[in-house]
């Protein structure tokens, strides 16, 4: 397991919260920053940090507007872990 990746994910609020979020279902930002009740640019950039550590997808990579995330497998593998260590 990348341990890592792990406390880069649980070492941030947003990042953790996301991840949590995506586990349950498919979601836009903007649903993610209401549930989370962060600024849009906080879960914008996040989503960008984790999709670039492969722990997230985004599903519509084209859309400017309205793009949809879910989580991978590796994003799944380090959500059980964190959730073993709390």
């Given at each position: 397991?990348?341990?890592?990746t792990i406390s880069y994910v649980y070492s941030s609020k947003i990042r953790f919260g996301i991840l949590k979020l995506l586990s349950m279902k498919i979601q836009t930002p903007k649903q993610?920053?209401?549930?989370?009740?962060y600024a849009m640019?906080?879960?914008?950039?996040?989503?960008?940090?984790?999709?670039?550590?492969?722990?997230?997808?985004c599903l519509t990579p084209d859309r400017h507007k309205g793009k949809m995330y879910q989580i991978t497998s590796k994003g799944k593998e380090i959500l059980v872990k964190i959730e073993e260590m709390i």
């Open positions: 397991m990348l341990w890592n993610i920053a209401d549930s989370l009740s640019s906080h879960v914008s950039r996040a989503l960008k940090e984790l999709e670039k550590k492969d722990i997230i997808k």
